[in-house]
Protein backbone atom coordinates (compact mmCIF):
# COMPACT_ATOMS: atom_id res chain seq x y z
CA UNK A 1 0.00 0.00 0.00
CA UNK A 2 1.67 3.52 -0.55
CA UNK A 3 2.16 5.58 2.00
CA UNK A 4 -0.70 8.65 0.96
CA UNK A 5 1.81 10.73 2.93
CA UNK A 6 4.78 10.54 0.17
CA UNK A 7 2.52 12.62 -2.17
CA UNK A 8 1.67 15.39 0.24
CA UNK A 9 5.61 16.75 -0.15
CA UNK A 10 4.55 19.55 -3.14
CA UNK A 11 1.34 20.40 -4.88
CA UNK A 12 1.74 18.55 -8.09
CA UNK A 13 2.91 15.00 -6.34
CA UNK A 14 -1.28 15.65 -4.53
CA UNK A 15 -2.70 16.93 -8.10
CA UNK A 16 -1.42 13.67 -9.66
CA UNK A 17 -1.55 10.71 -6.96
CA UNK A 18 -3.10 12.27 -3.45
CA UNK A 19 -6.35 10.34 -2.86
CA UNK A 20 -5.81 7.65 -4.80
CA UNK A 21 -5.54 4.10 -3.29
CA UNK A 22 -4.82 2.20 -6.40
CA UNK A 23 -4.38 -1.11 -4.82
CA UNK A 24 -8.54 -0.73 -4.08
CA UNK A 25 -9.09 -0.53 -7.88
CA UNK A 26 -6.88 -3.56 -9.60
CA UNK A 27 -3.52 -0.98 -9.45
CA UNK A 28 -5.68 0.77 -12.38
CA UNK A 29 -3.35 4.19 -12.51
CA UNK A 30 -6.81 6.43 -12.63
CA UNK A 31 -9.46 5.45 -10.55
CA UNK A 32 -13.25 4.71 -11.36
CA UNK A 33 -16.05 6.59 -11.48
CA UNK A 34 -18.08 5.11 -8.75
CA UNK A 35 -21.67 5.71 -10.25
CA UNK A 36 -23.55 4.18 -7.97
CA UNK A 37 -26.28 5.28 -5.09
CA UNK A 38 -25.96 2.78 -2.91
CA UNK A 39 -23.42 0.96 -0.43
CA UNK A 40 -24.65 -1.81 1.25
CA UNK A 41 -23.58 -3.21 4.97
CA UNK A 42 -23.24 -6.82 6.38
CA UNK A 43 -25.15 -6.30 8.98
CA UNK A 44 -27.56 -3.76 10.73
CA UNK A 45 -25.18 -2.79 13.86
CA UNK A 46 -22.49 -2.12 10.56
CA UNK A 47 -24.72 0.40 9.27
CA UNK A 48 -26.04 1.73 12.33
CA UNK A 49 -21.92 2.40 13.61
CA UNK A 50 -21.50 3.95 10.35
CA UNK A 51 -18.90 6.29 10.83
CA UNK A 52 -19.68 9.32 8.08
CA UNK A 53 -15.78 10.10 8.32
CA UNK A 54 -13.62 6.85 7.49
CA UNK A 55 -13.09 7.29 3.83
CA UNK A 56 -13.60 3.72 3.35
CA UNK A 57 -17.31 3.62 4.53
CA UNK A 58 -19.80 4.97 2.50
CA UNK A 59 -24.21 4.28 2.57
CA UNK A 60 -25.55 6.56 0.21
CA UNK A 61 -24.63 8.69 -2.64
CA UNK A 62 -26.50 12.00 -0.90
CA UNK A 63 -23.98 12.01 1.62
CA UNK A 64 -20.81 10.58 0.13
CA UNK A 65 -19.30 8.72 -2.94
CA UNK A 66 -15.83 7.17 -3.39
CA UNK A 67 -14.93 8.87 -6.56
CA UNK A 68 -16.22 12.14 -4.79
CA UNK A 69 -13.73 11.76 -2.04
CA UNK A 70 -10.47 11.45 -4.20
CA UNK A 71 -11.74 14.81 -5.31
CA UNK A 72 -12.31 16.26 -1.72
CA UNK A 73 -8.63 14.71 -0.31
CA UNK A 74 -6.85 16.13 -2.97
CA UNK A 75 -8.54 19.81 -2.48
CA UNK A 76 -8.31 19.25 1.14
CA UNK A 77 -4.53 18.71 1.25
CA UNK A 78 -3.93 21.52 -1.60
CA UNK A 79 -5.59 24.13 0.23
CA UNK A 80 -4.12 22.99 4.00
CA UNK A 81 -7.90 22.19 4.86
CA UNK A 82 -9.00 19.23 7.52
CA UNK A 83 -11.86 18.74 4.67
CA UNK A 84 -13.14 19.62 1.95
CA UNK A 85 -16.79 18.91 0.45
CA UNK A 86 -17.61 18.78 -3.69
CA UNK A 87 -20.95 20.45 -4.17
CA UNK A 88 -22.72 20.63 -7.57
CA UNK A 89 -22.22 24.03 -8.35
CA UNK A 90 -19.95 26.92 -7.19
CA UNK A 91 -23.59 28.85 -6.01
CA UNK A 92 -24.46 24.96 -4.21
CA UNK A 93 -21.23 25.52 -2.27
CA UNK A 94 -21.40 29.47 -1.75
CA UNK A 95 -25.03 29.02 -0.33
CA UNK A 96 -24.40 25.90 1.71
CA UNK A 97 -21.71 28.26 2.93
CA UNK A 98 -24.22 31.32 3.89
CA UNK A 99 -26.61 28.98 5.28
CA UNK A 100 -24.05 27.66 7.85
CA UNK A 101 -22.31 30.81 8.77
CA UNK A 102 -25.48 33.11 9.30
CA UNK A 103 -28.96 32.78 11.43
CA UNK A 104 -31.98 35.24 11.30
CA UNK A 105 -30.90 38.55 11.98
CA UNK A 106 -27.53 37.95 10.84
CA UNK A 107 -24.97 41.22 9.76
CA UNK A 108 -22.88 40.08 6.69
CA UNK A 109 -19.87 42.50 5.37
CA UNK A 110 -19.65 41.55 1.50
CA UNK A 111 -16.96 42.76 -1.13
CA UNK A 112 -18.93 45.01 -3.30
CA UNK A 113 -17.09 43.48 -6.49
CA UNK A 114 -18.33 39.64 -4.82
CA UNK A 115 -20.05 37.24 -7.60
CA UNK A 116 -23.43 38.92 -8.47
CA UNK A 117 -25.55 35.73 -7.71
CA UNK A 118 -24.28 35.39 -4.22
CA UNK A 119 -25.01 39.02 -3.97
CA UNK A 120 -28.35 38.50 -5.03
CA UNK A 121 -28.98 35.44 -2.40
CA UNK A 122 -27.85 37.91 0.68
CA UNK A 123 -29.88 41.01 -0.27
CA UNK A 124 -32.73 38.52 -1.81
CA UNK A 125 -33.48 35.26 0.08
CA UNK A 126 -31.62 36.28 3.13
CA UNK A 127 -32.61 39.51 3.42
CA UNK A 128 -36.68 38.40 2.68
CA UNK A 129 -36.58 35.60 4.90
CA UNK A 130 -33.63 35.30 7.08
CA UNK A 131 -33.95 39.59 8.09
CA UNK A 132 -30.31 39.10 7.26
CA UNK A 133 -28.24 42.73 6.97
CA UNK A 134 -25.93 42.78 3.90
CA UNK A 135 -23.39 46.01 4.19
CA UNK A 136 -20.81 46.24 1.18
CA UNK A 137 -17.89 46.96 1.12
CA UNK A 138 -14.92 48.27 -1.68
CA UNK A 139 -12.65 46.34 0.46
CA UNK A 140 -9.36 47.87 -0.31
CA UNK A 141 -8.84 49.50 3.18
CA UNK A 142 -8.71 47.27 5.30
CA UNK A 143 -10.31 50.00 7.90
CA UNK A 144 -13.47 49.95 5.66
CA UNK A 145 -13.99 46.45 7.65
CA UNK A 146 -13.04 47.87 10.59
CA UNK A 147 -15.71 50.76 10.24
CA UNK A 148 -18.42 48.91 9.30
CA UNK A 149 -18.19 45.76 11.37
CA UNK A 150 -20.86 45.10 14.61
CA UNK A 151 -21.57 42.43 17.01
CA UNK A 152 -24.46 41.05 14.91
CA UNK A 153 -22.22 40.08 12.11
CA UNK A 154 -21.47 36.53 11.25
CA UNK A 155 -19.66 36.59 8.73
CA UNK A 156 -17.79 38.44 5.98
CA UNK A 157 -17.70 37.48 2.46
CA UNK A 158 -14.00 38.42 0.33
CA UNK A 159 -13.05 37.42 -3.44
CA UNK A 160 -9.86 38.05 -3.79
CA UNK A 161 -8.71 39.10 -6.64
CA UNK A 162 -12.43 39.92 -7.22
CA UNK A 163 -13.11 38.58 -10.84
CA UNK A 164 -13.68 42.18 -12.91
CA UNK A 165 -11.53 44.63 -11.19
CA UNK A 166 -9.39 42.59 -9.55
CA UNK A 167 -9.47 44.11 -6.61
CA UNK A 168 -7.40 42.23 -4.08
CA UNK A 169 -8.30 42.28 0.35
CA UNK A 170 -5.91 41.95 2.71
CA UNK A 171 -6.75 38.53 3.86
CA UNK A 172 -4.82 38.24 7.08
CA UNK A 173 -6.26 41.64 8.57
CA UNK A 174 -9.47 41.48 7.24
CA UNK A 175 -9.34 38.18 9.26
CA UNK A 176 -8.01 39.41 12.31
CA UNK A 177 -10.45 41.83 12.22
CA UNK A 178 -13.18 39.12 11.97
CA UNK A 179 -12.24 37.14 14.57
CA UNK A 180 -12.37 40.11 16.87
CA UNK A 181 -15.99 40.04 16.76
CA UNK A 182 -16.84 35.73 16.16
CA UNK A 183 -17.42 36.60 12.77
CA UNK A 184 -16.00 33.62 9.99
CA UNK A 185 -14.04 34.73 6.72
CA UNK A 186 -15.47 33.15 3.47
CA UNK A 187 -13.18 33.84 0.20
CA UNK A 188 -14.13 32.96 -2.92
CA UNK A 189 -10.83 31.81 -4.41
CA UNK A 190 -11.71 30.30 -7.59
CA UNK A 191 -9.71 32.90 -9.42
CA UNK A 192 -6.02 32.16 -7.89
CA UNK A 193 -7.13 28.01 -7.57
CA UNK A 194 -5.83 26.03 -4.75
CA UNK A 195 -2.43 26.42 -6.55
CA UNK A 196 -1.87 30.40 -6.09
CA UNK A 197 -3.01 31.60 -3.12
CA UNK A 198 -3.74 29.17 0.55
CA UNK A 199 -6.33 31.29 2.14
CA UNK A 200 -6.41 29.27 4.91
CA UNK A 201 -3.33 29.56 6.10
CA UNK A 202 -3.89 33.52 6.15
CA UNK A 203 -6.58 33.03 8.67
CA UNK A 204 -9.90 32.82 6.23
CA UNK A 205 -12.33 29.82 7.46
CA UNK A 206 -13.68 28.80 4.67
CA UNK A 207 -12.34 28.87 1.22
CA UNK A 208 -14.71 27.96 -1.75
CA UNK A 209 -13.79 27.72 -5.11
CA UNK A 210 -15.73 27.37 -8.46
CA UNK A 211 -14.78 23.80 -10.38
CA UNK A 212 -16.66 24.96 -13.14
CA UNK A 213 -13.99 27.14 -13.90
CA UNK A 214 -9.80 25.54 -13.37
CA UNK A 215 -10.33 22.80 -12.16
CA UNK A 216 -12.53 21.43 -14.40
CA UNK A 217 -10.56 23.14 -17.10
CA UNK A 218 -12.03 22.21 -20.18
CA UNK A 219 -15.76 23.84 -19.63
CA UNK A 220 -17.68 20.65 -19.72
CA UNK A 221 -18.39 20.74 -16.25
CA UNK A 222 -20.15 22.38 -13.48
CA UNK A 223 -19.26 22.21 -9.69
CA UNK A 224 -18.26 23.77 -6.56
CA UNK A 225 -15.93 23.07 -3.47
CA UNK A 226 -15.93 24.25 -0.01
CA UNK A 227 -12.60 23.61 2.69
CA UNK A 228 -11.54 24.56 6.14
CA UNK A 229 -9.72 23.82 8.43
CA UNK A 230 -11.85 23.97 11.43
CA UNK A 231 -12.99 20.42 12.14
CA UNK A 232 -16.09 21.90 13.83
CA UNK A 233 -17.19 23.89 11.21
CA UNK A 234 -16.64 21.14 8.68
CA UNK A 235 -18.53 18.68 9.81
CA UNK A 236 -21.28 21.98 9.94
CA UNK A 237 -20.67 21.66 6.49
CA UNK A 238 -20.92 18.22 5.76
CA UNK A 239 -24.36 18.10 7.51
CA UNK A 240 -25.60 21.14 5.90
CA UNK A 241 -24.56 19.57 2.39
CA UNK A 242 -26.41 15.97 3.15
CA UNK A 243 -29.60 18.05 3.97
CA UNK A 244 -29.77 20.60 1.46
CA UNK A 245 -29.15 17.40 -0.99
CA UNK A 246 -26.37 19.84 -2.84
CA UNK A 247 -23.62 17.06 -3.30
CA UNK A 248 -21.95 16.74 -6.82
CA UNK A 249 -22.39 13.93 -9.25
CA UNK A 250 -19.37 11.41 -9.60
CA UNK A 251 -18.65 11.80 -12.96
CA UNK A 252 -18.47 15.64 -12.93
CA UNK A 253 -16.15 14.37 -9.48
CA UNK A 254 -14.03 12.39 -11.78
CA UNK A 255 -13.53 14.84 -14.71
CA UNK A 256 -12.31 17.26 -12.11
CA UNK A 257 -9.86 14.90 -10.85
CA UNK A 258 -8.87 14.68 -14.33
CA UNK A 259 -8.47 18.23 -14.56
CA UNK A 260 -6.54 18.50 -11.60
CA UNK A 261 -3.75 16.39 -13.01
CA UNK A 262 -2.85 19.06 -15.56
CA UNK A 263 -3.96 22.16 -13.98
CA UNK A 264 -0.55 23.36 -13.13
CA UNK A 265 0.96 22.99 -16.34
CA UNK A 266 -2.17 24.97 -17.74
CA UNK A 267 -2.30 27.16 -15.24
CA UNK A 268 1.36 28.31 -15.94
CA UNK A 269 0.47 28.98 -19.46
CA UNK A 270 -2.72 30.65 -18.90
CA UNK A 271 -0.47 33.69 -16.82
CA UNK A 272 2.31 33.90 -19.11
CA UNK A 273 -0.22 34.57 -22.58
CA UNK A 274 -2.43 36.74 -20.06
CA UNK A 275 0.46 38.48 -19.15
CA UNK A 276 1.71 39.30 -22.46
CA UNK A 277 -1.61 39.93 -23.44
CA UNK A 278 -1.93 42.79 -20.62
CA UNK A 279 1.31 44.56 -21.66
CA UNK A 280 0.28 44.48 -25.36
CA UNK A 281 -2.58 46.04 -24.25
CA UNK A 282 -0.94 48.77 -21.76
CA UNK A 283 0.85 49.38 -24.75
CA UNK A 284 -2.46 50.15 -27.27
CA UNK A 285 -3.33 54.34 -27.68
CA UNK A 286 -6.66 52.89 -27.54
CA UNK A 287 -6.77 51.09 -24.13
CA UNK A 288 -7.85 53.85 -21.16
CA UNK A 289 -6.87 50.86 -18.51
CA UNK A 290 -5.59 46.96 -17.91
CA UNK A 291 -6.91 45.66 -14.73
CA UNK A 292 -4.35 42.31 -14.30
CA UNK A 293 -3.18 41.95 -10.93
CA UNK A 294 0.19 40.66 -12.57
CA UNK A 295 1.44 44.21 -13.66
CA UNK A 296 3.53 46.05 -11.37
CA UNK A 297 0.57 48.86 -12.60
CA UNK A 298 -1.73 47.38 -10.51
CA UNK A 299 -2.05 49.79 -7.74
CA UNK A 300 -2.09 46.47 -4.95
CA UNK A 301 0.74 44.51 -6.90
CA UNK A 302 2.84 44.50 -3.38
CA UNK A 303 -0.19 42.73 -1.43
CA UNK A 304 -0.68 40.40 -4.69
CA UNK A 305 2.92 39.00 -3.99
CA UNK A 306 2.35 38.94 -0.38
CA UNK A 307 -0.57 36.70 -0.99
CA UNK A 308 -0.97 34.86 -4.12
CA UNK A 309 1.89 32.79 -5.72
CA UNK A 310 0.62 33.44 -9.55
CA UNK A 311 -2.27 34.82 -11.41
CA UNK A 312 -4.66 32.91 -14.24
CA UNK A 313 -5.67 33.49 -17.48
CA UNK A 314 -8.74 36.35 -16.94
CA UNK A 315 -7.90 40.04 -17.08
CA UNK A 316 -10.05 43.09 -17.86
CA UNK A 317 -9.39 46.54 -19.44
CA UNK A 318 -11.66 49.76 -20.50
CA UNK A 319 -11.36 51.18 -23.79
CA UNK A 320 -11.21 54.87 -24.90
CA UNK A 321 -14.29 55.68 -27.16
CA UNK A 322 -17.93 54.86 -26.81
CA UNK A 323 -20.02 51.94 -25.60
CA UNK A 324 -20.73 50.73 -29.55
CA UNK A 325 -17.37 50.80 -30.25
CA UNK A 326 -16.30 48.28 -27.50
CA UNK A 327 -19.21 46.11 -28.09
CA UNK A 328 -18.13 46.38 -31.94
CA UNK A 329 -15.02 45.54 -30.66
CA UNK A 330 -15.48 42.48 -28.85
CA UNK A 331 -17.87 41.23 -31.92
CA UNK A 332 -14.83 41.55 -34.25
CA UNK A 333 -12.80 39.25 -32.20
CA UNK A 334 -12.79 35.82 -33.85
CA UNK A 335 -10.56 33.40 -31.57
CA UNK A 336 -12.14 34.96 -28.47
CA UNK A 337 -15.57 33.80 -28.17
CA UNK A 338 -18.72 35.74 -26.49
CA UNK A 339 -19.18 34.16 -23.70
CA UNK A 340 -19.69 34.37 -19.34
CA UNK A 341 -17.29 31.86 -17.80
CA UNK A 342 -13.45 31.23 -17.75
CA UNK A 343 -11.06 29.07 -16.85
CA UNK A 344 -11.62 26.14 -20.02
CA UNK A 345 -9.31 25.88 -22.52
CA UNK A 346 -10.83 28.57 -24.84
CA UNK A 347 -10.69 32.78 -25.39
CA UNK A 348 -13.41 34.59 -23.96
CA UNK A 349 -14.60 38.09 -24.06
CA UNK A 350 -17.34 39.62 -22.03
CA UNK A 351 -19.11 43.46 -21.55
CA UNK A 352 -20.47 42.32 -17.89
CA UNK A 353 -21.32 46.09 -17.72
CA UNK A 354 -22.63 46.75 -20.68
CA UNK A 355 -26.29 46.67 -19.74
CA UNK A 356 -25.86 48.74 -16.14
CA UNK A 357 -26.26 51.80 -15.74
CA UNK A 358 -24.15 54.94 -14.47
CA UNK A 359 -24.81 54.90 -11.07
CA UNK A 360 -24.34 51.00 -10.37
CA UNK A 361 -21.31 51.43 -12.67
CA UNK A 362 -19.48 54.11 -10.80
CA UNK A 363 -20.53 51.97 -7.46
CA UNK A 364 -18.74 48.71 -8.91
CA UNK A 365 -15.66 51.05 -10.00
CA UNK A 366 -15.77 50.16 -13.84
CA UNK A 367 -17.86 51.87 -16.94
CA UNK A 368 -20.13 49.63 -19.35
CA UNK A 369 -17.19 49.52 -21.60
CA UNK A 370 -15.35 47.32 -19.69
CA UNK A 371 -14.08 44.22 -21.47
CA UNK A 372 -13.18 40.91 -19.64
CA UNK A 373 -11.49 38.76 -21.61
CA UNK A 374 -10.34 34.95 -20.55
CA UNK A 375 -7.03 34.15 -22.02
CA UNK A 376 -7.19 30.46 -22.93
CA UNK A 377 -4.78 27.98 -24.63
CA UNK A 378 -4.72 28.46 -28.33
CA UNK A 379 -0.97 30.36 -28.18
CA UNK A 380 -0.50 34.27 -26.89
CA UNK A 381 0.61 34.67 -30.92
CA UNK A 382 -2.89 34.12 -32.09
CA UNK A 383 -4.72 36.16 -29.41
CA UNK A 384 -2.62 38.51 -29.68
CA UNK A 385 -2.85 39.04 -33.23
CA UNK A 386 -6.43 38.35 -33.13
CA UNK A 387 -6.99 41.38 -30.16
CA UNK A 388 -4.60 43.57 -32.67
CA UNK A 389 -6.87 43.14 -36.02
CA UNK A 390 -10.12 43.70 -33.59
CA UNK A 391 -8.55 47.22 -32.46
CA UNK A 392 -7.74 48.18 -35.80
CA UNK A 393 -11.01 47.10 -37.52
CA UNK A 394 -12.56 49.55 -34.73
CA UNK A 395 -10.45 52.70 -34.28
C1 LIG B 1 -18.40 31.08 -12.03
C2 LIG B 1 -18.18 31.69 -10.70
C3 LIG B 1 -18.98 31.36 -9.59
C4 LIG B 1 -20.20 30.47 -9.68
O1 LIG B 1 -19.94 29.18 -10.01
P1 LIG B 1 -21.08 28.20 -10.61
O2 LIG B 1 -20.43 26.87 -10.72
O3 LIG B 1 -21.48 28.79 -11.93
O4 LIG B 1 -22.22 28.22 -9.65
C5 LIG B 1 -18.64 31.90 -8.37
N1 LIG B 1 -17.57 32.71 -8.21
C6 LIG B 1 -16.78 33.05 -9.26
C7 LIG B 1 -15.63 33.96 -9.04
C8 LIG B 1 -17.07 32.56 -10.52
O5 LIG B 1 -16.31 32.94 -11.55
Known sequence: ?????????SDSLIAAHYGEEYEHYYNAIVPPVFMNSLNVFETLDDYYDFDRTDRHKYCYGRVQNPTVRILEDKIAA???????????SGMAAASTAVFSTIKAGSHVVCLKNAYGPLKDLLTGYCREHMNVETTFVKGVEVSEFEAVITDKTDL????SPSSLVFSLQDIRKVSEIAHAHQAKVYIDNTYCTPLYQKPLDMGADIVMHTTSKYIGGHSDV???MLVTKDPELFAKLLHNRELFGGIVGPMEAWLMIRGLRTMATRLEQHQ???MEVAKFLEEQPMVEKV??????SHPQYELMKQQQTGNCGLLSFELKGTLE?????????KIFKIGVSWGGFESLVFLPHMRLNDQTCEE????????????????TESLISDLRSALERIY
Not at 1 to 9: G, I, N, S, W
Not at 325 to 333: D, G, I, K, W
Open 272 to 274: KTA
Open 291 to 296: YYPGLP
Open 156 to 159: IVLE
Open 364 to 379: LGASQRIVRIHCGLEG
Open 1 to 9: MTDQKEYLK
Open 325 to 333: QAVRFAESL
Open 78 to 88: LEHGCGALALA
Open 222 to 224: IGG
